[in-house]
Each structure stands twice: as C-alpha cells, then as structure tokens.
C-alpha cells in the first residue's frame, strides 16, 4: 500500500515541486503558489459543480423552509420531500464534501512532500534521495534547498500563516454559506464557519509552514472563483453591517450654514 502510495501521488508530487523549484528561480514558496494553482486548475471542473450546486441551495432554501413548516410533525416525510427537491433543482447534499475529499490525499502528500525536500536532520535528507527520478539528474542537484520565502522559513510553523489560513478560510466558507432564518441552523452554520478555520490553523501552527502557504494560496484562489461565481455571497451582509456601524459611530459633522 506504501509502495502504491509513493508511486501514485508522494512521488510524482515531490518532483513536481522540484522540477518547479528549478524553473522558478530556486524560489520554492513560489513553486508551492504555483502548484497550488495548478491543482485548483485541474480540479476545476469539480470545484464549478460544487459551487453551482451551493449556489442552488441558496436559491430553495425558501421552499426548504415551507417544507418545514408544513411537515414539522413527519421527520420522514419531510426528509423524503426535502430529497425530492434537492433532486428537481440539481443539489447534492453531500456535493461539498466532494472537493474536500479529493484534496485530503494532497494536503498528506504536499505535507510529506515538504518535510522531505527540507529536512530537519541529515537522514531524512538521505531518505529524500530514494524518492527523486533518477532519470532526471538536475533534481538531485537542486539539493538542498532554499527554504525562505518573504522572510519565513517554509520548513518550520509559522503563526503569521496560521493568521493568514483562518482569515482566508473564514471568507471562503462565509462566501459559500447559504443564507437561512432558521435560528437553529443559522447557529450551525455560524459554529462551523469558526471552528474549521480554526481547526486548520492549529494544524498550521504545528506543521511546516509551507502546508500553511498551500492552504491560503488554494483559499484565495477559491474565493476569486466563488466572486466570479456567485459574488460575495452572505459575505455581502457581513460589509453591509460593517458599514452601518462605522455610519452610526462616525460623529454628525455641523451644519455648512
């Protein structure tokens, strides 16, 4: 299983990053940055359907809530009506879990990928020379390399990026909420936008940082998407309620006359 894994995914990955490190001027944040888009590239096809399917949600969360009101008395009924209009109108309820799935095995080899080609002691650098293509001799000639980027050390956590994942991930998810008034799921809804940013961010805070440059490369990319897409989303509310409380607390200025 080790063997299919590193044939698969870490290997070809791990090479990837090198063959992009030596194109890229030896600036391997930048090779981090760049495969980020790539992968977001080639799994756009996903990531259009997931949104259009969030964006749809949106649109019959009013008849999901007459549903609601009208067999609030039959669970069963109600979740056999709430299946058939996510069928008529195209929605995947589990749709979102999809392009989560499908990055998972990227955040465990990009990880993988990164604490080999910078290792913290002389046997992982030994072991990294195992998993390059001896087919292509510059890689191992890359070795070892630059870890700097804008002043951080991408072999080490680092709690600006930690700060970073959270803000990014937090406007992500908020862009993609689907707005409700229902009081129980709007809590829900809130609860989850706090705690998996905060969730990444602890695992930021423990893990190379440049895991952590993967993550806000992919969420800022994800919300260029999501604007062109579907537009601010409920993050609109969250401007315009910012903007009332920044009209109600500036001083009434004096008359002109």
Request: charged share 15%.
């Amino acid at each position: 299983m080790t063997q299919i894994w590193n044939t698969v995914l870490f290997e070809p990955m791990l090479n990837g990053l090198l063959f992009l490190y030596s194109l890229l001027g030896r600036n391997f944040g930048l090779s981090i940055i760049v495969f980020t888009v790539l992968v977001r590239v080639l799994t756009l096809p996903i990531t259009l359907k997931q949104m259009r399917s969030a964006r749809a949600s949106q649109e019959i969360q009013p008849k999901l809530q007459e549903l609601e009101k009208k067999h609030k008395d039959d669970r069963q009924k109600l979740a056999d009506e709430q299946m058939k209009l996510y069928k008529e109108a195209g929605v995947n309820p589990l749709g979102c879990l999809v392009p989560t799935l499908i990055q998972l095995p990227i955040w465990i080899g990009l990880y993988q990928s990164i604490t080999q080609i910078l290792p913290d002691n002389p046997i992982r650098l030994l072991s990294l020379a195992q998993h390059i293509y001896q087919q292509f001799p510059i890689l191992s000639s890359l070795l070892p390399l630059n870890s700097s980027f804008l002043g951080l050390d991408l072999g080490r956590p680092s709690p600006i990026l930690a700060v970073l994942v959270v803000a990014t991930m937090w406007v992500q998810q908020k862009m993609m909420a689907a707005p409700t008034t229902d009081p129980q799921q709007k809590a829900m809804s809130q609860t989850m936008e706090l705690m998996m940013p905060m969730m990444f961010g602890v695992i930021v805070l423990q893990t190379a940082s440049g895991l952590g440059l993967y993550f806000v490369a992919t969420n800022v990319v994800a919300i260029v998407q999501q604007y062109f897409i579907g537009g601010w989303g409920s993050l609109a509310t969250v401007f315009s309620g910012l903007g009332a409380a920044a009209r109600k607390a500036r001083p009434k200025g004096k008359g002109n006359g």
